[in-house]
């Protein structure tokens, strides 16, 4: 058998009387956070206008 031990995650599920959707994350390690925050860190520092930012402003900075 085998032991895991969950820090975060999340699951979303969609459900109707003929099937169940279910889709869930769960992080291991801090680290993926950290990662996040850096790059999340560098996005805003290339930033030029003042303004309101959401992650799908860094993800269009990061996928391109």
């Known amino acids: 058998y085998e032991i895991t031990t969950r820090l975060v995650g999340s699951e ?3 459900r109707d009387s003929d099937e169940v959707f279910e ?3 769960t992080a291991l390690s ?3 956070f950290a990662s996040g925050a850096i ?3 560098k996005f805003i520092a ?3 206008a003042p303004g309101m930012y959401d992650m799908d402003d860094l993800l ?3 996928v391109k």
Do not use: W
């Open 12 to 14: 979303m599920c969609i």
């Open 23 to 25: 889709m869930k994350h």
């Open 30 to 32: 801090r680290e993926v």
């Open 39 to 41: 790059a999340a860190a």
């Open 46 to 48: 290339t930033v030029k």
């Open 60 to 62: 269009r900075d990061v």
